[in-house]
């Protein structure tokens, strides 16, 4: 048996914010943006609208597309609405779903990913028939915009799919799944400050400790490296070579990330996607945002691969489903 995606919906916010409008306020230019990242703009959620907004966005898009209720929600997310409790059962009881089994994953960029291999669990498990997963983030909360290394990457967003019970090869079926963490490089990509280890008192808010702080250029090796190990070892896991796969949709951190990695996987410019420059890094919303852009084909063999703060990293394959017009 196997997990297999039935709808998927997605959610942005309206206001687009572009690299000319941030480089009024940053010593930076809408060249130097593009040509380090790719990214030509952004949505920014307003003030007021929070991940749970939305995640139920999305959720309730997924849920119409595939036409059915679900019997278990799981949000991946690094900014939820408060430190305590997570969004999942108010996303839940939004959606009107009742008292069903959810709850939050956090492995940053990689959440996607863990969510799929998570909603399989719990369907190949018993424990749930249809599971709503969704990516959601408001990273525009924890980016300190007077950051130049950092204001330019990240956006908000939610990408949602409803996953069910069916059969190994069949068109929308998840897996098999390689993840992997490395906590000793925790600190390359983290918010230093705000969680129980070091609280946000006014000395970490003065030093603007209560956004997130990033070592680019280790994380960009960091990142090529896990990323074209795990394609690799989930590739094998599934009887896959790369000739195999239809396309490539990694996570959308950076366009020179996903270059790198496709040019030593060898997948070929035509098979890879990429639309950062549409949204920039929405952490665990971005491989479901792209998959709902990719203009994919049923029965497609699609490759998902991530990477994250924690440091975590994670791969799976899609056999593309035959999904109703968005």
């Known amino acids: ?23 009024a306020t940053l010593d930076t230019t809408d060249e130097w943006v593009r040509t380090r990242t790719g990214i030509a703009e952004r949505r920014i959620a307003e003030v007021g609208t929070a991940t749970a907004d939305l995640a139920v966005e999305a959720g309730a898009e997924a849920l119409k597309a595939a036409g059915e209720q679900a019997d278990a929600v799981v949000i991946a997310t690094s900014t939820p609405d408060r430190s305590l409790p997570g969004v999942g059962p108010e996303v839940a009881a939004r959606l009107g779903l009742g008292t ?3 709850f939050d994953v956090n492995a940053a960029c990689t959440g996607f990913v863990y969510g799929l291999a998570v909603a399989a669990g719990l369907i190949a498990g018993d424990i749930a028939d249809r599971v709503l997963l969704v990516g959601a983030e408001t990273m525009s909360r924890i980016t300190d915009f007077s950051d130049r290394s950092t204001a330019v990457l990240f956006g908000d967003g939610a990408g949602a799919v409803l996953l069910s019970r069916g059969a190994e090869g069949d068109q929308g079926a998840v897996g098999p799944f390689d993840l992997g963490s490395d906590g000793d490089a925790s600190d390359l990509l983290c918010v230093p400050a705000g969680g ?21 250029r280790e994380v960009y090796r960091q990142a090529v490296r896990r990323m074209v190990a795990s394609s690799q070892k989930v590739l094998d896991r ?41 949204y920039g890094n929405t952490s665990a919303a971005s491989i479901p945002l792209a998959l709902a852009d990719a203009d ?19 791969s799976t394959v899609v056999r593309w489903p035959s999904l109703p017009p968005g």
Do not use: C, K, Y
């Open 1 to 23: 048996m196997s997990a297999v995606i039935r709808g998927l919906g997605t959610a942005v916010p309206d206001r687009v914010v572009t690299n000319a409008e941030l480089a």
């Open 100 to 102: 069903v089994n959810a």
């Open 196 to 216: 129980s280890r070091r609280p946000a008192d006014p000395d970490a808010i003065a030093a603007r400790d209560t956004f997130l702080q990033m070592d680019g």
């Open 238 to 278: 599934a009887g896959l070579t790369v000739a195999d796969v239809d396309r490539l949709v990694g996570h959308q951190a950076n366009a020179r990330i996903l270059d790198a990695v496709a040019d030593r996987l060898g997948v070929a410019p035509e098979r890879r996607f990429v639309n950062v420059a549409r």
């Open 296 to 314: 994919l084909e049923p029965g497609e063999q699609v490759l998902l691969t991530a990477f994250g703060a924690g440091m975590t990293w994670g």
